[in-house]
């Protein structure tokens, strides 16, 4: 069974840049069907889409974060990647990774179980 | 971006009464094209990742109990849990898988009365 697992510091200072990876296991991130995505929750909060990425490097941001993220996939590691730069307390929440199914805005079918990201000083 | 409304925010039902949770979205999330209504339902338990449980607003995800239903098209949707199970207890959300950026509602908690 398909399972994504993030890592990253659950910590980070204000101004600075988030970065976080995504390690699929039990699956191919080459495969046409799907994209792979970050999805965040801050505290008690609802849930926000950040973005994906296509295996062959296509990316799709949401507007409200599209100068700040990039994000970025590394086939041979089976890996993807979010960096958010310039962060604030209003970055702090609980990120995702997630896949996508048919397109880069497509239903959620598998989550990771997710991490805390603390931005403070 | 397209809204996701809820309703009602939470709401309290008896064991094995039925549980009714209303979305709308602030356009059509129809696509003529193939005639499917490109609208999501997750359940979100404490502590963990949402879960999938209905997409193209009326098709169950494999392994889930077909207590869960969902109906509606163009731009009003609903979700219903026929006969509340104690398990059930968590936040709904919907979403739309329409276009990008895809957009989620703010939430509905149900609890056992």
């Known amino acids: 069974q398909l399972q994504l697992q993030e890592s990253g510091p659950g910590l980070v200072k204000p101004s600075e840049t988030l970065s976080l990876t995504c390690t699929v296991s039990a699956g191919s991130i080459s495969t046409s069907t799907y994209y792979w995505g970050w999805i965040r929750q801050p505290p008690g909060k609802g849930l926000e889409w950040i973005g994906s990425i296509y295996y062959s490097g296509s990316t799709y941001y949401t507007p409200s974060l599209k100068s700040r993220v990039t994000i970025s996939v590394d086939t041979s590691k089976n890996q993807f990647s979010l960096k958010l730069t310039s962060v604030t307390a209003a970055d702090t929440a609980v990120y995702y990774c997630a896949r996508h199914v048919g397109a880069a805005s497509g239903r959620t079918d598998c989550w990771g179980q997710g991490t805390l990201i603390t931005v403070s000083s | 971006d397209i809204v996701m409304t809820q309703s009602p925010d939470s709401l309290a039902v008896s064991l094995g009464e039925r549980a009714t949770i209303n979305c709308k979205s602030s356009q059509s999330v129809l696509y003529p094209s193939n005639n499917k209504n490109y609208l999501a339902w997750y359940q979100q338990k404490p502590g963990q990742p949402p879960n999938l449980l209905i997409y193209w607003a009326s098709t169950r995800e494999s392994g889930v109990p077909d207590r869960f239903s969902g109906s509606g098209s163009g731009t009003d949707f609903t979700l219903t849990i026929s006969s509340l199970q104690a398990e059930d207890v968590a936040v709904y959300y919907c979403?739309?898988?329409?276009?990008?950026?895809?957009?989620f509602g703010q939430g509905t908690k149900v609890e056992i009365k």
């Open positions: 979403q739309q898988h329409y276009q990008t950026p895809p957009t």
